[in-house]
């Protein structure tokens, strides 16, 4: 919006001949006799947190991927190439990785059609091109495989219509699958088959991977016994209908021993009265874990929310103190 009101206001002699802007970057063409440090000015004065930096291109400027250069002869245009970071490091998708090869190709197709859209002429896009296979073959790939996907690429391209009708629109049966090597691809094809055999549907697969760290778990898994902040149910082993609900920020094992040991506890009460779990060979017989929380408070209010539901006959003393912790959530 600020962009389109300067741009319509400002006079003809600070006016940028050219003016392309993605983002935050911005990319103008003066002519020599105008003044492109009013035109800043008036820039950083749209608003009070916009602060335009420039950077003066003498014969080459690159901007976002694009090396632009100013050709010695005024000739009316710029050249363009593929421009690279000095911290670019080379490395792609190897060639030993495990992946379908048709993400392989898809890449090389990728890079390809970024330096047939961005140079500006087809000696600039060969010059790329060999850039390219020389790239892929640092990272494992024969220059036999990109020679053919470049032969490839540039046939249709040569061949492609600029004014033919677009396809009608059709729908497409995409079924995904795990990539884990060989089986897949055989899947695929067979998966392939049965659709068009039985249903007359033609299906596309698409491949799709994992990575290491869904395989496996950095963190051990805390033992039932250690775990802390969670909300607890105790159930008598001789009859199911006689629980209780209780919360502990502390290791549940803790909290059972101290049922235990308390008479006043309406748990410590059941098991000196009860032969069953009087005679359990764990302290931790009869407790379950329902709920965790990331904090006490937490803890306060799930296990007021669980005692109304549930309502087990040794919580009947709560019901008061649970009723002011649910009040509280809102």
Request: hydrophobic share 35%; aromatic share 12%; glycine share 4%.
């Amino acid at each position: 919006m600020y962009e389109k009101k300067l741009l319509s206001n400002t006079e003809t002699r600070t006016k940028p001949e050219l003016y392309l802007s993605y983002v935050d970057d911005i990319f103008c063409v003066f002519r020599k006799d105008t003044s492109y440090e009013t035109f800043l000015l008036e820039l950083n004065n749209l608003h009070k947190n916009l602060r335009f930096t420039f950077e003066l291109g003498p014969d080459k400027l690159p901007f976002l991927d694009t090396l632009v250069s100013v050709p010695e002869v005024d000739e009316g245009h710029f050249s363009m190439e593929v421009y690279r970071k000095p911290t670019f490091t080379g490395l792609l998708l190897n060639a030993s990785a495990l992946c379908p090869h048709k993400w392989k190709i898809g890449l090389m197709q990728c890079l390809l059609h970024r330096a047939y859209c961005v140079c500006s002429d087809w000696s600039l896009f060969d010059k790329e091109a060999s850039y390219l296979k020389k790239l892929f073959s640092l990272n494992g790939y024969s220059n036999h495989m990109f020679q053919t996907c470049m032969n490839s690429f540039v046939s249709k391209k040569v061949q492609e219509q600029p004014n033919a009708l677009p396809k009608a629109d059709s729908v497409e049966c995409i079924f995904c699958i795990p990539y884990i090597g060989q089986p897949s691809i055989t899947y695929s094809r067979k998966i392939k088959q049965l659709f068009k055999r039985y249903y007359s549907v033609d299906v596309r697969t698409v491949f799709n991977t994992f990575k290491v760290k869904n395989y496996f778990s950095l963190k051990c898994k805390t033992p039932f016994a250690l775990k802390a902040k969670v909300i607890y149910k105790f159930t008598c082993q001789r009859d199911a209908d006689i629980s209780y609900i209780g919360k502990t920020k502390r290791h549940l094992v803790v909290r059972a021993v101290e049922h235990g040991k308390s008479s006043n506890s309406a748990v410590g009460q059941h098991l000196a009265s009860c032969f069953t779990c009087c005679n359990s060979r764990s302290d931790l017989d009869g407790f379950k874990i329902i709920d965790s929380a990331r904090s006490n408070f937490e803890c306060k209010i799930k296990e007021a929310i669980l005692i109304k539901t549930a309502q087990p006959c040794m919580n009947t003393q709560l019901f008061a103190s649970g009723s002011m912790f649910t009040l509280k959530i809102f």
